[in-house]
């Protein structure tokens, strides 16, 4: 058991990825709070790992609201007296063309993924600085590491979550708290059935070195790696869960032509909005 008796708070773990860690760190001996804006996924989610013999508390929680940041704290500290594990794993995606993004678009989609993981950790780190110890892993995205067409709000806010995630690491780690993130590849959860179209969808399977979706657990096993004893020289890290879509760089297989510097006045294009070769797919 790598989490015995910690107590780890999991935001937006009523559903999808942070279910799925929640409940495998129940597995590791964790005492769990769920914390979604979700109430009834937070009991449901909650009742699930209660149901197997774990301990876990299904709480509403608004992350982007301070007051009801500080609320989840008090509670936590009321019911399990500590906190050793953040995962600020909450988040809403937007696939959207920067010319059509509204302005309620894009402060919702920032407010949510990248001011709400600033509230959350915020928080916890006061709680744990008073105590000198303390992991907490950010859920980022490879979005927040390219520029990607239609992720304008959410790519500029999971760039801010890296950044952030760096921040937080060099100030808080003499003062004993770890600070990593997590940077999916494309998973299959409701976000990103809303999120991805077909052609994406595609694509993704087409493209990645490794051709298919993440699976929830492969990307809970990394949170749990950073949540325990294992990564205890590691700070600061983004740890890319993706399949290998960043080494890739451009996806193009081995036997696609690059268009070559020829005769033609056409100049070389490699840039990442270069046309793919005929019959194959950019991913958006
Ligand atoms: N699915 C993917 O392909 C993928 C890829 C990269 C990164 N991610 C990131 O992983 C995380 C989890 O994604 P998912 O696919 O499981 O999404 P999901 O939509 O299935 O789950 C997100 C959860 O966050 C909760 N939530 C939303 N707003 C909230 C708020 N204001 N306060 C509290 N809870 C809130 C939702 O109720 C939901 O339970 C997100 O941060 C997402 O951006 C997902």
Not at 244 to 259: I, K, N, Q, S, V
């Amino acid at each position: 058991m790598r989490l015995m008796k910690k107590v780890a708070i999991i935001t937006g773990s009523g559903r999808g990825i942070g279910r799925e860690i929640a409940i495998l760190f129940a597995s590791e001996g964790a005492r769990i709070v769920i914390a979604d804006v979700n109430a009834e996924n937070a009991r449901r989610a909650a009742a699930d790992i209660t149901g197997t013999g774990g301990e876990a508390y299904g709480l509403e929680v608004d992350i982007t609201d301070p007051a009801q940041v500080e609320s989840l704290m008090q509670q936590t500290l009321n019911k399990c007296g500590r906190l050793d594990i953040l995962v600020n794993n909450a988040g809403v995606g937007l696939n959207k063309p920067f010319l059509d993004t509204s302005l309620e678009e894009w402060e919702r989609v920032v407010r949510i993924n990248l001011t709400g993981t600033f509230l959350c950790a915020q928080s916890a780190a006061r709680e744990m600085v008073r105590r000198g110890s303390g992991k907490i892993i950010n859920v980022a995205s490879i979005s927040g590491q390219r520029g990607g067409q239609g992720r304008a709000a959410y790519g500029a806010a999971k760039a801010g979550v890296i950044l952030l995630t760096q921040v937080m690491a060099v100030e808080l780690a003499p003062k004993g708290i770890s600070v990593n993130a997590i940077a999916p590849g494309p998973v299959d959860t409701d976000q990103s059935r809303e999120t991805h179209t077909e052609a994406t969808r595609h694509a993704y399977h087409e493209r990645l070195p490794i051709k298919r979706y993440g699976e929830l657990r492969e990307i809970a096993n990394a949170a749990l790696f950073l949540a325990s004893d294992e990564s205890s020289f590691i700070a600061g890290h983004v740890l890319n869960v993706d399949g290998g879509f960043r080494a890739a760089g451009l996806m193009f297989d081995a036997d696609d032509e690059l268009p070559r510097r020829d005769q033609s006045s056409e100049p070389l294009r490699l840039a990442s909005n270069a046309a793919p070769p005929a019959g194959k797919r950019r991913i958006p």
